[in-house]
């Protein structure tokens, strides 16, 4: 089977897999990864299909939506590949993109030697660009909202200090996670062209941080500025 056959494959299978998905965790979401993925590799010596493949399968079966399990996305996507015959070096290096691209994965307090690639910091900057900007905001109210949490509770204070254990079982407001993750993901990119697009996007939820507090707190914004 040829890329563009393979590529064709599987994105009918993420498709029809992600068709309920939670809104920012759904094909569109794929789609904008893959896209930017795509974009940064340009400028990148890697190999572009196992950027495809892993753009368009890493989230597909993400552990938050699977009871915290970890494996089953990268077992789905062994599975799915192997299936298409596709090379065995490849399907390994991008179900180790599966399993390594995630946030959460960094606060990880064990020793020892992590799997690293080229390949995957393309995906994985390409990734954290979809946690940013308009869209990240975005993302990040709709899974707020789908959890049913607060937007804002300025009696909860964000905890930036958490291990990979205490993130996951996080039920913090929102807004908190703009200081837990969104607002650190700037300065965790991989690539150049990863960096130059974050602090675009880093920019716009400064800005509209201060517009969400100036909304929050009119009485007290005002009378200041009286």
Do not use: C
Not at 28 to 48: G, P, Q, T
Not at 139 to 153: E, I, L, P, S, T
Not at 188 to 210: I, S, V
């Amino acid at each position: 089977m040829n890329d563009a056959k393979l590529a064709e494959e599987t994105i009918t299978f993420v498709k029809k897999t992600l068709q309920h998905a939670e809104g920012g965790h759904d094909w569109f979401h794929i789609e904008r990864v893959f896209d930017n993925s795509m974009l940064i590799a340009r400028s990148e010596k890697v190999d572009v299909l196992v950027v495809s493949l892993g753009a368009l399968l890493h989230d597909i079966a993400d552990a938050k939506f699977h009871n915290g399990d970890e494996s089953v996305g990268p077992t789905m996507a062994k599975a799915f590949l192997t299936s298409l015959d596709v090379k065995e070096n490849i399907v390994t290096h991008v179900v180790n993109i599966i399993n390594h691209i995630s946030y959460k994965n960094s606060l990880e307090t064990e020793s020892g030697e992590k799997f690293n690639s080229l390949e995957l910091r393309v995906v994985q900057d390409a990734d954290r660009l979809d946690a940013l900007g308009a869209i990240g905001i975005a993302r990040a109210f709709n899974y707020g909202g789908f959890k049913n949490r607060v937007m804002h509770d300025p009696d909860i204070p964000p905890n930036l200090k958490m291990n990979k254990a205490q993130y996951k079982k996080s039920k913090a407001p929102t807004i908190n996670h703009f200081y837990e993750k969104l607002l650190l993901l700037k300065d965790k990119m991989n690539t150049k062209t990863g960096k130059q697009l974050a602090e675009q996007r880093h920019q716009y939820m400064l800005g509209f941080l201060e517009q969400f507090y100036t909304e929050w707190n009119p009485l007290v914004v005002n009378k200041l500025r009286a």
